[in-house]
């Protein structure tokens, strides 16, 4: 994730329906039925640990950290993988792109370009050489889109402009107007930086666990992505997990990390 520490890593695009599985196998033989959720009972082991990791992540929120998660956010998901998407954000950052960059349109863009093209990016090949960023072109042109919008929207920054909107539902409408920012990417940004624990991010591996579950029922994305959070939050509810704690523990386990 990226070096703030913050982000969540995001599998996945809104767009695409919950695949439908007939034998609901998962990580961990986990079992469709509720009254055998392993995965509420799993929670229940590791819950101080989740919760005390998301906390730590929040205390101290700055404004790169929060353009540092719209990059790396915008590069993700979309066929990228994590470690490529996370080594591509680490080169941009450090470059000060975005934001407060000496440069801007067309010129932001050829530079993008330039730097994702370039093959040194991580994970390195089996010869050791770097890899190339995937579709350079489209999202030096997507980067470029936020970065005028940001000038437009966020000229005091990103952070400052989402903490004048009070209503999390409302910051995340607001955010959805950056080009490349859908609602599940708006959530996810504003989940890592503490301003939307009232938000679910409807990526593949919560879906998933959602019809494990039978939560899902025959809501699917982006139709039904309202009823969807809302099945995700009175699950966390009913544990009373932190949301953001219980999305990372979901994510962890189907990896098979916990």
């Known amino acids: 994730m990226p070096t703030s520490g913050l982000a969540v890593p995001g599998r996945g695009s809104?767009?695409?329906p919950v695949a439908r599985r007939t034998d609901h196998h998962y990580p961990g033989d986990l079992s469709a039925r509720r009254d055998v959720d392993q995965w509420s009972q799993a929670w229940r082991k590791h819950a101080s640990h989740y919760t005390q990791r998301v906390a730590?992540?929040?205390?101290?929120?700055?404004?790169q950290d929060c353009q540092r998660e719209l990059v790396?956010?915008?590069?993700?998901?979309?066929?990228?993988k994590y470690e490529l998407a996370l080594s591509a954000t680490e080169?941009?950052?450090?470059?000060?792109?975005?934001?407060?960059?000496?440069?801007?349109?067309?010129?932001?863009q050829r530079w993008l370009q330039d730097l994702l093209g370039r093959p040194w990016y991580r994970?390195?090949?089996?010869?050791?050489?770097?890899?190339?960023?995937?579709?350079?072109k489209r999202k030096a042109f997507l980067l470029r889109q936020a970065d005028d919008w940001l000038r437009e929207h966020a000229r005091d920054g990103l952070l400052e402009r989402l903490t004048t909107i009070d209503d999390e539902v409302e910051r995340r409408a607001w955010l959805c107007g950056c080009p490349g920012v859908g609602p599940k990417t708006a959530s996810w940004l504003l989940?890592?930086?503490?301003?939307?624990?009232?938000?679910a991010i409807l990526?593949?591996?919560?879906?998933?666990?959602?019809?494990?579950?039978?939560?899902?029922?025959e809501w699917r994305l982006p139709k039904h992505?309202?009823?969807?959070?809302?099945?995700?939050?009175?699950?966390?509810?009913?544990?009373?997990?932190?949301?953001?704690?219980?999305?990372?523990?979901?994510?962890?386990?189907?990896r098979g990390d916990v």
């Open 14 to 16: 809104v767009e695409r």
């Open 56 to 63: 730590d992540t929040r205390l101290q929120v700055r404004e």
């Open 72 to 80: 790396f956010c915008l590069l993700g998901g979309h066929g990228i």
């Open 91 to 108: 080169v941009l950052v450090e470059r000060g792109v975005l934001g407060r960059c000496t440069r801007s349109g067309d010129r932001l």
């Open 123 to 136: 994970p390195t090949k089996l010869d050791g050489e770097g890899r190339r960023y995937r579709y350079p």
């Open 191 to 199: 989940r890592n930086i503490g301003l939307g624990d009232g938000l």
């Open 203 to 217: 990526d593949v591996h919560l879906l998933r666990a959602l019809e494990a579950t039978g939560r899902a029922g």
């Open 225 to 254: 992505y309202l009823e969807l959070e809302n099945a995700f939050l009175q699950w966390s509810a009913s544990l009373a997990a932190q949301p953001a704690a219980f999305d990372l523990f979901l994510w962890e386990y189907q």
